[in-house]
């Protein structure tokens, strides 16, 4: 088993889906987000910052490119979560290496107790951790609300055995 | 007693400086010099990371110089330095932030760190002059989409609802690039609904008629219907109706804010409601307010376009309310804040 595939049935279920990924998550951490325009990525972030306590509402970073909240990881340990969308760069177009590397979240990241949520940041965002968790959503033609989340871990531990951690974490939406 | 007021802008891609003139209630922008990094990258022949900051430090100089020689006035002439200190892009905020601190140091005059999106409110005095008490004030552009209360501007405002997720701005963007439009894709998308059915497609209003999120907005359901119906027409074959995509979508855009808005407006017993920010520009949305604001007896507040977007008179104008409502100045160790509170308008 190299990914948990969950299915989510509506945007509540997409919510829900990232509050419990939250107590797997540790600091140093970088969740690479994936999918099309309404995929749910921002709903997701929003789940898993709720669950995080995260100070304030999770909001499309789109514009500002990277928000800063502080968050709570499991066992009540204050951090940050960096929520990062490279949209922006890639719509832009040009140096969109050297832009991301302006951004200084290596600095961010290293200095702090931070998670790193990146929406758009497949091959951009990958040097900023040896811990990734990808996160790919996908719509379904079909059912309008449906989406298939799935999670692979690369370097990522927090899942542990995928098989048991599919089942006992997200067996309410494993078909 | 006239007092001119410096304002510089640079919370995202355009480098600005402006001047206005205050006096009493009156408002008169001098000059309004705005380098969009379009300029820069034709100027330097290639293209400048603006995150970088990079664009916004070469165009410092040059456009303060610029406003202030196009008012013909020099440094002494000032009595304040006002600048955008937040919400924003950190890189961006700090070179616009820092050089406005040098000149105010270098030419002793009062320092005001002022919040952008308030500033895009303030705007609208330089056309219409000082807002008055009790109005409403919508800001909605590429990264903003917020409701607000505006008891005794600038001093006693408050946020009376935001966008629960994307801008309005963000999401005509994100569907502009979907049906191949250049970025930003505002003015493309403007362009195109005028000869387009805006109501061939269904597009949702999000969070319409919720009384629990009167006031708040939602433009992440719009951005999935749409880029779903795309999907659908591409996967059948089916020739995309780029016009009646964008008129739609402006519709359904425009209505919902527009109808907030003027909700807001009937809720707090405004006469007046200011609008501002980059998305105001868009003419299907200013067609739904006049509209809306003339059958409900609202006096509407929005600025011709170039006040609009991002600029620097708005940053002076918001300067000059502060500096004559007596509000004292900020400390020239007051840090950038790349997401400051909506509720205040100064640090």
Known sequence: MEKIEIVSKNSGDTKKIGALLAPLLSPGDLLILRGPLGGGKTTFTQGLGEALEAERPIVSPTFTLAREVKIKFRGGVPGLLIHVDAWRLKARGGDIFEEFEALGLEDDFEGSNALVVAEWGDGIAEPLSDSILYVDFKRDLEKENWRSISLTPSGFKGLGDLEKTAEAAFGDFID | ?347
């Open chain 2, 1 to 347: 007693m006239a007092v001119k007021i410096l304002g510089i802008e640079s919370s995202c891609d355009e480098t600005a400086a402006a001047i206005c003139e205050a006096q009493g209630g009156k408002r008169a922008v001098l000059s309004n010099i705005v380098a969009s990094s379009m300029d820069f990258h034709a100027r330097f022949g290639g293209v400048i990371p603006e995150i970088a900051s990079r664009a916004h430090l070469e165009a410092f100089a040059p456009v303060v110089k610029r406003a202030l020689s196009s008012a013909s006035l020099t440094l002494s002439d000032i009595d304040a330095v006002a600048v955008s200190a937040g919400p924003g892009l950190a890189g961006c905020l700090a070179v616009g932030a820092s050089g406005a601190k040098g000149i105010a140091l270098g030419a002793k005059k009062p320092f005001f760190a002022l919040n952008h999106v308030i500033a895009h409110l303030a705007a609208s005095e330089g056309e219409f002059g000082q807002i008055p008490e009790n109005s409403a004030g919508l800001v909605v552009s590429g990264g903003h989409t917020t409701l607000f209360r505006l008891e005794k501007f600038p001093s006693r405002i408050s946020v009376a609802g935001s966008t629960l997720d994307d801008a309005a701005g963000e999401c005509f963007d994100k569907i502009g690039r979907l049906m191949g439009l250049p970025y930003p894709a505002g003015a493309a998308i403007d362009e195109l609904a005028k000869k387009g059915d805006p109501f061939a497609i269904r597009v949702p209003q999000g969070l319409r008629g919720r009384r629990d999120h009167l006031f708040d907005f939602s433009f992440s359901g719009v951005k999935t219907s749409v880029a779903r119906t795309i999907e659908e027409m591409r996967e059948e074959n089916m020739p995309l109706p780029v016009e009646d995509i964008c008129a739609s979508l402006a519709e359904s855009v425009g209505e919902v804010l527009s109808r907030k808005a003027i909700e807001a407006c009937r809720v707090f017993g405004s006469r007046v409601l200011v609008v501002g920010g980059g998305f105001s520009a868009n003419s299907q949305l200013r067609g739904k307010l006049k509209a809306k604001a003339e059958e409900a007896g609202v006096e509407l507040r929005i600025p011709s376009l170039p006040l609009c977007t991002d600029n620097g008179a708005m940053v002076s104008l918001l300067g000059a309310d502060l500096l004559e409502g007596g509000i004292s100045p900020s400390s020239l160790g007051a840090p950038i804040d790349s997401s400051m509170s909506l509720d205040i308008a100064s640090l």
